[in-house]
């Protein structure tokens, strides 16, 4: 099982595949398009899982966190 560090790493170096903002960083996604998968529903699977998780720190102002691993990557 991943640990958090790692499951956050992948939020600064795992790109969307698909749509608008295809091969965009997750974590520099903006909050809007993450607020729309709210509404109409994440995808399945680990990409799903990416874009709540990361919308759930964006939502609650927790960007900083992810600030240290980008300068990791």
Do not use: A
Request: glycine content about 8%; aromatic content about 8%; hydrophobic content about 35%.
């Amino acid at each position: 099982m991943p640990s958090q560090e790692e499951e956050l790493l992948k939020l600064v170096t795992v790109k969307m595949p698909y749509g608008k903002f295809k091969d965009r960083l997750i974590c520099d996604l903006p909050v809007s398009y993450l607020e729309w998968f709210d509404r109409k529903g994440f995808p399945s699977g680990k990409l799903g899982e990416q874009l709540q998780l990361m919308h759930t720190i964006k939502s609650n102002g927790l960007e900083h966190i992810l600030s240290g691993l980008k300068r990791l990557k």
